[in-house]
C-alpha cells in the first residue's frame, strides 16, 4: 500500500515558474526521499533529508519536512521544459522496515516552454 | 547514470513462463532492492538484499523469489507468469547500513507478459 499521498496528481506551469509539490505521509519515518521519473524511465535520485532536518537544498530544488505534520514539499524554482517529469516521494522507516522505501503516486509535472 | 546496471532492458514472455532479472550494485554498495512499478499499484517493494542476506520483504508473491551472490550481483525469478505481472521491476542499491542512505535505481526491466 502507498504511505504518502502527493498533491496535485498533475502540475502545468510555464518556463520560469517555480513548481511545488506536496507530500503527507502515516507513519514515523527515517528520511524522506525525492525521486523523478522521465515517461516510464528509470528513477532518478534528487535528495534525501532525515528525519531531524527541516530544510535542504539541491541546486534549482528545495525540500521541506515538517515531521510534526507527517508532510514534505518539493520546490523546483525557475523551471525549464526539461524538468517535465513525475515526480515521486519516498519515505524509509526504522525498526523492520530496514530501508524499504514506500512511495507515494507521483506528481505529474509539465513544463510549457 | 547511477551506476546501477539491470538486464535484460525488455522482456516478453508467455504466461507460465519464468524469466530471471539481474541487477548489478553501484560499486561499495552492500544492500540492493527490488521494486516493481504497475499502472495499478504504482511503486511497490518488493524484498531487500544486505551483503547476501535477505533483509526485509514487501508484498512479494511466493511465485518471486531473489537472491544475492557473493559478488553482490542479485537477480529476481519470476515463475509462472501471469499478465498481471506485466511491470517495470526497478533494482536499486544503496551504501552503508539499510535504512539511512540514498538509494540509487538502475533503469528497470520492462516485463510483458503475453
Known amino acids: 500500500s502507498q504511505q504518502g499521498e502527493e498533491d496535485p496528481q498533475a502540475l502545468s506551469i510555464q518556463e520560469g515558474e517555480n513548481a511545488t509539490m506536496n507530500c503527507s505521509y502515516k507513519t514515523s519515518i527515517n528520511n524522506l526521499q525525492w525521486y523523478r521519473q522521465n515517461s516510464g524511465r528509470g528513477l532518478v535520485h534528487l535528495i534525501l533529508?532525515?528525519?531531524?532536518?527541516r530544510e535542504k537544498h539541491s541546486g534549482r530544488l528545495r525540500v521541506t519536512l515538517d515531521t510534526s505534520k507527517k508532510s514534505s514539499s518539493l520546490l523546483i524554482t525557475a523551471s525549464r521544459a526539461a524538468d517535465t517529469a513525475s515526480y515521486f516521494c519516498?519515505?524509509?522507516?526504522?525498526?523492520?522496515?530496514?530501508?524499504?522505501?514506500?512511495f507515494g503516486q507521483g506528481t505529474i509535472l509539465t513544463v510549457h516552454p | 547514470d547511477s551506476g546501477v546496471t539491470q538486464t535484460p532492458k525488455h522482456l516478453i514472455t508467455a504466461t507460465g513462463q519464468r524469466v530471471t532479472l539481474r541487477c548489478s550494485p553501484r560499486s561499495g554498495d552492500l544492500s540492493v532492492y527490488w521494486y516493481q512499478q504497475s499502472l495499478d499499484q504504482g511503486l511497490q517493494f518488493l524484498i531487500q538484499?544486505?551483503?547476501?542476506?535477505?533483509?526485509a520483504k514487501g508484498n512479494i508473491l511466493e511465485r518471486f523469489s531473489a537472491q544475492q551472490f557473493p559478488d553482490l550481483h542479485s537477480e529476481l525469478n519470476l515463475s509462472s507468469l501471469e499478465l498481471g505481472d506485466s511491470a517495470l521491476y526497478f533494482c536499486?542499491?544503496?551504501?552503508?547500513?539499510?535504512?539511512?542512505?540514498?538509494?540509487?535505481f538502475g533503469p528497470g526491466t520492462r516485463l510483458t507478459v503475453l
Open positions: 536499486a542499491s544503496s551504501v552503508g547500513f539499510p535504512g539511512d542512505n540514498e538509494q540509487f
Open positions: 538484499y544486505y551483503n547476501g542476506e535477505e533483509r
Open positions: 533529508i532525515r528525519s531531524n532536518e
Open positions: 519516498a519515505t524509509s522507516g526504522g525498526g523492520t522496515s530496514y530501508g524499504k522505501l514506500t
